[in-house]
């Protein structure tokens, strides 16, 4: 992962994977995962996605992984939360922002770790009962998914993902986002986790909108 690529995306306000409104697959598509309400969702590389205030909604705790400060900074203000900042007890390069999402009587906790990912124990994180992946995977060149899965495995104790992949010919354009088969998911997560394809839609890059590409959800459960 290069910090300094999505800094200075974030920098330059090049965010067009970041969505104003919360991802139609998840909210279909969740219920998959058959979770009650307080349980605890692992968002890795989550920017400030407003999904993040979906599942809140619905009774989760949330807990993020983003690499960019500022875009958890720019997540608590615009949903006008003060959040409070822990600095990590052995590394000074993470920090953690926490606050509430919800009315007085259904509120729920936000954890958002300022961290690169692969620098975090599950001891950070703490437990987790799901995973959702809608931007993590597939921000990552092919080298270091593999990495990528074996850490959230680490994180989550192999906690029920559901997970969303672009696929479309890498050869007409340069991800990020990439794309990711399905041979793919079943190489990076096939020996923990049976791999149950939910759906398959047409989509769009914003980047390449000639570019004929598909949107997979994965639902992977022990």
């Known amino acids: ?50 999904d993040m205030v979906w599942l809140s909604a619905q009774g989760f705790d949330v807990v993020g992984v983003e690499l960019v400060e500022s875009a958890v900074q720019a997540f608590f203000a615009e949903q006008n939360i003060q959040p409070t900042i822990y600095q990590h007890a052995e590394n000074t390069e993470i920090k953690c922002y926490q606050g509430e999402l919800g009315d007085s009587e259904a509120k729920r906790t936000i954890t958002l770790w300022v961290a ?37 495995c680490l994180l989550s104790g192999t906690a029920p993902q559901l997970v969303i992949t672009l696929h479309y010919d890498q050869s007409k354009k340069d991800g990020p986002p990439f794309s990711v088969s399905g041979e793919q998911v079943q190489q990076y997560y096939g020996n923990r986790y049976q791999i149950t394809e939910l759906a398959r839609e047409p989509a769009t890059i914003g980047s390449a909108p000639d570019l004929t590409v598909s949107e997979q959800v994965w639902l992977l459960s022990e």
């Not at 067009?16 to 969740?30: A, R, T």
């Open 1 to 50: 992962m290069n910090p300094e690529f999505w800094q200075n995306r974030w920098q330059e306000k090049r965010i067009g994977f970041n969505q104003s409104e919360v991802n139609s697959l998840l909210i279909k598509y969740w219920s998959a995962l058959n979770f009650p309400a307080s349980s605890r969702v692992f968002v890795p590389l989550c920017g400030k996605s407003i």
């Open 116 to 152: 690169d990912i692969f620098a975090l124990t599950s001891t950070d994180i703490g437990s987790i009962d799901a995973v959702y992946d809608k931007a993590a995977l597939i921000a990552l060149p092919a080298d270091m998914r593999t990495q990528y899965s074996e850490q959230i």
